[in-house]
């Protein structure tokens, strides 16, 4: 079985930075969806903070210090990467 994860984030159009934490998230379209043949199910984030700084017109480097609530426990996910949008 393979098992993938994406985070989604809309930013909002115009910005060359962001940062948000704690009950800013609750603001957020920004979810966990996972994807695998097995029970899923999209999450909010609960706790932590997300950031980027736009480095092109189409990249981010962003980093993800965020917690999820999934099948009943506490999930962490800390990233820090570049990442290019899709359109």
Avoid: H
């Amino acid at each position: 079985d393979e098992y993938l994860e994406n985070i989604y984030l809309q930013i909002p159009s115009g910005r060359e930075e962001f940062s948000y934490e704690g009950a800013e998230l609750d603001s957020l379209p920004l979810y966990l969806r996972p994807s695998c043949f097995c029970p899923l199910e999209i999450n909010r984030a609960t706790a932590g903070s997300i950031s980027g700084k736009k480095l092109s017109e189409r990249t981010w480097e962003i980093e993800v210090d965020l917690m999820f609530t999934r099948f009943g426990g506490e999930a962490p996910r800390i990233i820090t990467a570049t990442f290019e949008r899709e359109n």
